[in-house]
C-alpha cells in the first residue's frame, strides 16, 4: 500500500488554506495613489501602519504630489509627521526621494531602482511594487515574515535577506505577493511573538511549532 504523501507548507495542498484566508487582503496603509504609497511606506518603517494612517491625510493635504514635496525642507514635514519614530531622518528621505524623481510618474516601478532612493531597502520595494500591481521580483519580508517563516518551517534562516531567498526557493514566482502578504498577516493577527493562537491558524496542520513545540531561532532584526 502506498504511504500518503505528507503535506507541507510549500504543497499546493499545504499551502492553499493560508493563501486563501489572507491572499486577497488589502495592504493596511490607506494610500490613494503611488505617490502616496511610496510616502506612507517609508514613514511606515519601525511603526505601525496605523499611525501612518493616522497623519497621512495632513501630510498629503500640505504636500499632494513629488513636486510639492520636492519644494520643501526637511523640518517643513516636521509638524506632520513628529509623532511616528524616527521623523526627522524620515522627513530627509522624503525630500530626498522627491528631489531625486522629480515628479508622480517618474517613481521607480523596479525593487532594484527603488532601493536607490534614500530610506528605501528590499522590504519596503518589494510593497511598493507589489501594491502597485508590478511583477514580483521578491518576497515582502517585514518583521513578521521574519517571525512567522522559521517557526513554520517555510524558512530556517534568521536574516532578512536569507529569509526571502527561502521564501523564493519554496514557492512559484507567481505566489510571491501572495506569500509574503498571507506571512504577514498571520503574524499580525495569530503568530504573535508569545501565545500564538495556533489553533486558530490555518498553518497549524503542517506547522513545525505548532507540531514539534521545538524552539524557534531568535531573528536578527535587520530589515
Not at 495569530?190 to 497549524?204: K, M, S, V, W
Request: charged letters at 25%.
Amino acid at each position: 500500500m502506498e504511504t500518503p504523501k505528507k503535506k507541507t507548507l510549500t504543497s499546493a495542498e499545504g499551502i492553499a488554506p493560508l493563501l486563501a484566508r489572507y491572499a486577497d487582503r488589502r495592504h493596511p496603509l490607506e494610500y490613494a495613489n503611488r505617490y502616496q504609497l511610496l510616502a506612507m511606506v517609508v514613514l511606515s518603517s519601525r511603526t505601525t501602519d496605523k499611525s501612518v494612517n493616522a497623519l497621512a491625510p495632513e501630510l498629503f493635504r500640505r504636500y499632494p504630489s513629488i513636486p510639492s514635496l520636492a519644494a520643501a525642507q526637511p523640518e517643513d514635514l516636521y509638524p506632520f509627521v513628529r509623532k511616528i519614530p524616527g521623523f526627522v531622518k524620515k522627513s530627509a528621505w522624503l525630500v530626498g526621494i522627491a528631489r531625486a524623481i522629480g515628479k508622480d510618474s517618474a517613481i521607480p516601478t523596479t525593487v532594484e531602482e527603488l532601493t536607490k532612493l534614500p530610506g528605501i531597502g528590499r522590504k519596503s520595494a518589494n510593497v511598493i511594487v507589489s501594491e502597485s500591481g508590478g511583477a514580483m521580483t521578491g518576497v515582502i519580508v517585514d518583521l513578521h515574515v521574519l517571525r512567522v517563516a522559521p517557526r513554520i518551517g517555510i524558512a530556517r534562516s534568521a536574516t532578512p535577506e536569507k529569509v526571502e531567498l527561502e521564501l523564493m526557493r519554496a514557492v512559484p514566482q507567481e505566489q510571491w505577493r501572495a506569500l509574503g502578504m498571507s506571512l504577514t498577516f498571520l503574524g499580525r493577527e495569530l503568530c504573535r511573538p508569545t501565545d500564538p493562537q495556533c489553533p486558530l491558524c490555518p498553518a497549524e496542520p503542517i506547522c513545525r511549532y505548532a507540531q514539534k513545540r521545538v524552539p524557534v531561532r531568535k531573528s536578527k532584526r535587520k530589515l
